[in-house]
């Protein structure tokens, strides 16, 4: 089975810099692993649904994210570590949610749509304070 692990949440005034982690292990029932997965981040805030942040291609080559992150957010991985990362610059208040990575062993590149994704992590929290 696959597992996937984030880290890296933590409390951080608006303005600042964070980075988040996503660690990788296993493999699927054919045998695939983290290289072959187009993997996203997403988050939940409270009260909202979850909603998409960031996806990277197999090898990096392709990245996309969402227009309230884009020039934020930095997306990037790491193949020979089988982590995923999620740089954040000039965090907002609005940025505060249950951030999430997202594994797609199916497609190169990874969707907008959670529903695309086979295997998620448990989240972890990233606070902003004004």
């Known amino acids: 089975q696959v597992h996937l692990t984030e880290s890296g949440g933590a409390l951080v005034p608006a303005g600042g810099s964070l980075t988040l982690s996503c660690t990788a292990s296993?493999?699927?029932?054919?045998?695939?692993?983290?290289?072959?997965?187009?993997m996203g981040w997403f988050r939940q805030a409270p009260g909202k649904e979850r909603e998409f942040v960031a996806q990277i291609s197999w090898k990096g080559g392709s990245t996309s994210y969402a227009d309230s992150v884009l020039g934020r957010f930095s997306i990037s991985r790491d193949n020979e570590k089988n982590t995923l990362y999620l740089q954040m610059n000039n965090v907002k208040p609005e940025d505060t949610a249950v951030y999430y990575c997202a594994a797609d062993p199916n497609q190169e590149i990874g969707s907008r749509n959670g529903a695309a994704y086979d295997y998620w992590g448990p989240g972890t929290q990233v606070s902003v304070s004004s």
């Open positions: 296993g493999a699927t029932p054919f045998g695939n692993t983290f290289r072959n997965f187009a």
